[in-house]
């Protein structure tokens, strides 16, 4: 195989990698968010309080995606 076209193999192999954490991060962030922001709002909902929960859960999401993109992008 040329040595060229093995460096651009690679440099593309590593973009893939990078774009595939940020993609992910992304996806996990929307969906995360979203179920537990639904969660909240039941919950809320059920309790009769304003955004309490809804608050919580919000909070509790960021945080769990976030500390998951670095224990992903500490593994590198």
Do not use: Q, W
Not at 22 to 28: G, K, P, Q
Not at 42 to 56: A, M, P
């Amino acid at each position: 195989m040329d040595p060229k076209n093995e460096d651009k193999r690679k440099a593309l192999v590593a973009f893939i990698k990078e774009y595939n954490v940020i993609l992910s991060f992304f996806y996990e962030l929307f969906f995360v968010l979203l179920g537990l922001i639904l969660l909240g709002v039941l919950i809320d909902n059920y309790f009769h309080t304003k955004v309490l929960f809804t608050v919580i859960f919000a909070l509790l999401g960021i945080f769990s995606v976030i500390t998951n993109l670095y224990k992903r992008t500490k593994k590198r």
